[in-house]
């Protein structure tokens, strides 16, 4: 028995592959016609291509994939298609460092987001809402002189930057509170 491939598509962050058990006839992968239509066969390749359809869906919840939000968090965001880190941060209101302290199943090039993956952007007494998203040109003295803090509370509070301020990027989103967020 030969299968037809149709379009590749995600689904719930994984992707899926569905599979054309034809009702009619078989094909190839080229999509040429096979062979003759066996109603034994009809029936199991519907109730094959059922279960791999329940399977993918059930896969991220049963690996784990599916994130926990710790108990005490305050705010949530939904991932949208096309989301990234920076741009969740920025358009939240949180750090990137933030972002993925509070989720630490976020990868470190944050590439493993999926659509309609709830997210947590700050727990109860450590939630830094006060940002800048890094441009072109910036320095940690720069930003922390517009933002009205010193530098070393703009490191504290960003703990992912190094001292000399040399590994943020532009679109990065920091902390820039007047108060120190004392991260566990």
Not at 58 to 66: E, H, I, K, M, R
Not at 75 to 103: E, K, P
Request: proline fraction near 4%; charged fraction near 15%; charge should be negative.
């Amino acid at each position: 028995m030969k299968i037809r491939l149709r379009s590749v598509y995600h689904l719930a962050g994984i992707l899926v592959i569905p599979i054309d058990f034809s009702d009619r006839n078989d094909w190839d992968v080229a999509g040429r016609y096979y062979g003759d239509f066996h109603p034994a066969q009809s029936r199991f390749r519907t109730m094959f291509s059922k279960l791999v359809i329940l399977a993918a869906m059930a896969l991220p919840f049963l690996t784990g994939a599916a994130a926990q939000l710790p108990p005490n968090c305050d705010r949530t965001y939904t991932v949208q298609l096309g989301d990234v880190c920076d741009s969740i941060s920025a358009a939240n209101n949180v750090s990137t460092f933030q972002l993925a302290h509070v989720n630490p199943g976020i990868n470190a090039d944050c590439s493993n987001l999926f659509e309609g993956e709830i997210l947590c952007l700050g727990v109860a007494g450590e939630d830094c809402q006060t940002i800048h998203v890094v441009v072109s040109g910036d320095l940690c003295p720069t930003i922390a002189a517009a933002a009205n803090i010193s530098d070393s509370t703009l490191l504290s509070n960003n703990p992912n930057v190094n001292a000399q301020c040399s590994n943020i990027g532009i679109g990065e989103v920091l902390c820039t509170s007047s108060t120190i967020i004392h991260y566990t």
